[in-house]
């Protein structure tokens, strides 16, 4: 049964991954590698960001965090353990272990990242013995993702070319 708010033949999966990758393309707008992510509690949306290292000029600004730091304020601490997260790319491990510290419950990803994502591609860190794991679904619209993000750096390798 879908959302009533959905159009026939998409899951709530889904229909939270496209206001992921929303953000993605505005990361994109800006020269950001294109990760989009949205933090959903109970249903709704309270956080939404994108990539923004460049353009901040920091290693931290990854989607992931700045998602989880926007849904702390928004509940007012620092466990989200009733939220989802949805993320365009797999996280990476430092945004990994931010999920996990904020007890995240369910994380959701549309691409994989075979040289940084920390679960399920490099490693898991859910394997680990920590104190939290989150529920993982991967690979929800993986094409759109990942082509979001190949798009991104061919037009970077054309732009250099052409330099």
Request: proline share 5%; hydrophobic share 45%; net charge positive.
């Amino acid at each position: 049964m879908h959302h009533p708010k959905q159009p026939p033949g998409v899951n709530a999966h889904e229909t939270f991954m496209l206001k992921a990758i929303a953000e993605a393309k505005k990361a994109a707008a800006k020269g950001e590698v294109p990760v989009g992510a949205v933090v959903v509690h109970e249903g709704k949306i309270i956080a939404r960001a994108h990539n923004g290292r460049e353009n901040k000029k920091n290693a931290l600004r990854h989607a992931e965090l700045d998602a989880i730091d926007k849904a702390c304020k928004k509940l007012g601490g620092w466990r989200l353990f009733n939220c989802d997260l949805y993320v365009t790319l797999e996280p990476c491990p430092m945004c990994a272990g931010a999920i996990l510290n904020a007890r995240i419950r369910h994380v959701v990803f549309g691409a994989k990242d075979p040289k940084a994502g920390a679960m399920g591609s490099v490693f898991n860190l859910n394997d680990f013995p920590l104190n939290h794991k989150a529920m993982i679904t991967a690979g929800v619209l993986e094409i759109e993702c990942g082509q979001i993000i190949t798009n991104f750096f061919q037009s970077l390798r054309l732009k250099k070319d052409t330099l």
